[in-house]
């Protein structure tokens, strides 16, 4: 995943030294060989980190905002002989193909942005996409669906369109198979802050001073007096906001039931050390949780979190 212009400058040189039947490899990732396993393990060395997460699925989405693009890392190259021209102003782009992964082996390298890459981030690299930039990558095959921070370049593959982190190949579920067909469509940012500001002036007007903030999981505890009958309810549940009030965190408990985001399953205020947060369910499986969560986040533009009560 790691493709620094200054080894990208080092390849041309030499493919162009060596002639055209030449041409120097580029590091290869997992996918790149259609998941093939050396010696028990991942592909040259590769794969999840000795000490991961506990819940790589609540690792929140990368979060679009509007940012400066990086003039030097977004001029023309040439990568293992062929051109690229990047994109320099948001165009929009939507299109399907392979994704692959990178995990430990480029940990903590530098990516194209000057970023260190953190296989637990939600990032990618794209070839031509704007550095820095954001994209929606959606597997067809569960529906399962990310938002990544572009920031590096590659693949230089042709048979792969886009390289993700260890933690979005995982929440889409492509890790074990080490890649996978993905649909890939750019994110105006923009747009997408404009639209996430409207949602939040309309809270306001319906409920007050609403504070909605990305959440952690965080188990009630034996202490809580509000609700406590139905925090310690187990199972899997989608929580979506978090209030310091019960009558804000009703408010969009309200607003989602009155949209219709949620089906068959209850909407509840859980109360933990001074805050209420919103939580759905419980549902049955992981499969059901996922949807109605992507349903809520693409209707709202609020993070939602995939909450599993023991």
Known sequence: MIRLFTLLAMVSFLAACAG?????????SPASQSGAKKGGGYYLDDGPGDNPPADIYAIPDAVPRVEPLLARANKPYIALGNGYTPMTKFTPYKKSGIASWYGRRYHGQQTSTGEIYDMYGMTGAHTILPLPSYVRVTNPANQKSVIVRI????PFHSDRLIDLSYAAAYKLGIVGKGSGLVEVEAID??????NKAEVKVAAVKDTGDVEI???????????SSVEKATASESGIFVQVGAFKSPENAGGLSKKIIDQNLVENAPVNSWYNQGVYRVRIGPYANRADADRAAMKIKDSLGLNTYIIVQP
Do not use: E, I, W, Y
């Not at 940012?189 to 404009?194: D, I, Q």
């Not at 952690?216 to 034996?222: F, G, I, K, L, R």
């Open 20 to 28: 055209s039947s030449t041409r120097q490899s580029a590091p290869v």
């Open 151 to 154: 920031n590096d370049r590659g």
């Open 189 to 194: 940012a923009k747009s997408f802050v404009a």
């Open 213 to 223: 903030k990305p959440l952690v999981q965080d188990p009630v505890t034996a202490n």
